[in-house]
T-cell receptor
Framework: KNEVEQSPQNLTAQEGEFITINCSYSVGISALHWLQQHPGGGIVSLFMLSSGKKKHGRLIATINIQEKHSSLHITASHPRDSAVYICAVRRGSNYKLTFGKGTLLTVNP | GAGVSQSPRYKVAKRGQDVALRCDPISGHVSLFWYQQALGQGPEFLTYFQNEAQLDKSGLPSDRFFAERPEGSVSTLKIQRTQQEDSAVYLC???????????FGPGTRLTVL
């Protein structure tokens, strides 16, 4: 079993829909990252969480440490949100990240 | 430049060839990471530098893989005697001191024929 599991693997939505991507992990962590990867490579860091909730524009990330679960929400989705969303965890003071396989989001106009 | 750059962006190698992949981190960034991303998978950790010191190389898949960062800035990932299973995107990321946010380069897509 991978240390970091994401669901769903693929998600197709219509423009304007509310999107939820889930991440579960099986180890103790010091931080969880959500990243966005567009076709062609480029990975951008969206959030880093160690507790609670963070919001940036239409993106919201939450984490429940006790349940070892995090969610990434996108409100009022737009075709430009189409990308792979990756969850990654950091254990302890080590900077090494362990990544999930990613969720491919396609938002249709 | 403003971001992390990697070169070449694409590399095609014949099986058995040696390749060298370059990463230019953001100026002043202390930490540098190399990751390997197979098609349809998330990135996997290869190695980590703090300045010129390679503090963790536990993710390097074999002794054919070697990374260096001799002056604490530019880093090179070298793969000797490439094999088909080495085909992947190789990502580099850097972070400033005492921060967690990793800034990723665009990656080098390596195809071994």
């Amino acid at each position: 079993k991978n240390e970091v599991e994401q669901s769903p693997q693929n998600l197709t939505a219509q423009e304007g829909e509310f999107i939820t991507i889930n991440c579960s992990y099986s180890v103790g962590i010091s931080a969880l990252h959500w990243l966005q990867q567009h076709p062609g490579g480029g990975i951008v860091s969206l959030f880093m969480l160690s507790s609670g909730k963070k919001k940036h524009g239409r993106l919201i990330a939450t984490i429940n440490i006790q349940e070892k679960h995090s969610s990434l929400h996108i409100t009022a989705s737009h075709p430009r949100d189409s990308a792979v969303y990756i969850c990654a965890v950091r254990r302890g003071s080590n900077y090494k990240l362990t990544f999930g396989k990613g969720t491919l989001l396609t938002v249709n106009p | 430049g403003a971001g992390v750059s990697q070169s070449p962006r694409y590399k095609v190698a014949k099986r058995g060839q040696d390749v060298a992949l370059r990463c230019d981190p953001i100026s002043g960034h202390v930490s540098l990471f190399w990751y390997q991303q197979a098609l349809g998978q998330g990135p996997e950790f290869l190695t980590y530098f703090q300045n010129e010191a390679q503090l963790d190389k536990s993710g390097l898949p074999s002794d054919r893989f070697f990374a260096e960062r001799p002056e604490g800035s530019v880093s090179t990932l070298k793969i000797q005697r490439t094999q088909q299973e080495d085909s992947a995107v190789y990502l580099c990321a850097s972070t400033a001191a005492n921060t967690d946010t990793q800034y990723f380069g665009p990656g080098t897509r390596l195809t071994v024929l």
